[in-house]
């Protein structure tokens, strides 16, 4: 049987999906004037059709999640490709259509301490729906920049944003992994430590960022071997853990909690 869209995006998670990137990179929307650094105050621009196309694809929802209070708009049983074929998927693997149990707990966490994030500049790294930099800018952050890779994601935050009645913050959708840092106050990652070598460069990454900056990293996983087998767990401070909820454990192959680290190296 051929596999379906939802099956194949959570079964090749946490596989590299590295080339997956690159293979689908050409696939991109070009249309979309997006992804100039730096892009603070920019305000994203949905195309029509896309928005449509967006909309028709996925459903609203708020339940199955830590964060009941963030409606997303994500890939559901009621949507038609959660059953259709994945090849038959126009764009690159659609990961902003989940909401991965690492965002999850880091955005209860947010929601649950709104003083972390309140009044200070935040960078949420690998967004995707974009939940988490929504629950930080719910939680009163003066200034937000979301990143992901992939700008289909940075289409679904905007959608996301309005959903939850917020202006839609700037979105980068580069690889900043390769840009001269910007200074933030806090750094947020949910469910990114999940390829070897992502994991490694991210470890770089942040290492540097907390030495130049003094930037605060808080990390949400659910205990996936790249990051609980990484040597970055050396430098960790576990600082919450959750209970994931039923429909989040059967979409993520039986993992039962997802666990907030503060990372200082
Ligand atoms: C598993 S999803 C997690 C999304 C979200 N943080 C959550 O927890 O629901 C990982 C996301 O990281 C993005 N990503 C992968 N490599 C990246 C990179 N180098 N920089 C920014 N985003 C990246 C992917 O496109 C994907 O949306």
């Given at each position: ?77 009621r949507c038609k490709f959660w059953w ?12 902003w259509a989940v909401y991965w149990p ?83 106050d806090v750094v947020l990652l949910g ?75």
């Amino acid at each position: 049987m051929a596999l379906s869209l939802h099956w194949k995006v959570c079964a090749l998670f946490p596989r590299n999906f590295c080339s997956l990137r690159r293979a689908a990179s050409s696939r991109d929307l070009p249309l979309i004037p997006w992804g100039h650094y730096p892009c603070r105050g920019v305000r994203c621009f949905l195309h029509p059709e896309m928005k449509a196309f967006l909309e028709e694809n996925t459903e609203v929802t708020s339940g199955g999640s830590l964060t009941p209070e963030i409606q997303l708009r994500l890939l559901t049983p009621r949507c038609k490709f959660w059953w259709e074929r994945a090849d038959l998927w126009p764009y690159s693997d659609p990961y902003w259509a989940v909401y991965w149990p690492g965002g999850q707990a880091l955005s209860r966490y947010l929601l649950d301490n709104p003083d972390i994030v309140k009044g200070k500049s935040v960078l949420e790294l690998g967004s995707g729906c974009g939940a988490t930099a929504i629950a930080a800018k719910m939680s009163g952050a003066s200034r937000i920049l979301a990143n992901d890779i992939d700008p289909i994601a940075g289409m679904a935050i905007t959608l996301n944003c309005e959903l939850n009645q917020l202006n839609p913050f700037p979105i980068l959708t580069k690889n900043i992994l390769d840009l001269k840092q910007d200074t933030w106050d806090v750094v947020l990652l949910g469910d990114m430590f999940y390829d070897q070598d992502l994991a490694d460069a991210l470890h770089q990454w942040l290492k540097k960022c907390f030495q130049t900056h003094k930037t605060q990293i808080l990390i949400g996983d659910p205990g996936r071997p790249q990051f609980s087998g990484h040597s970055i767990q050396n430098q960790l401070h576990r600082v919450v853990e959750y209970s994931l909820p039923e429909s989040t454990r059967q979409d993520n192959n039986g993992l039962t909690t997802s666990a907030v680290w503060d990372f200082q190296p």
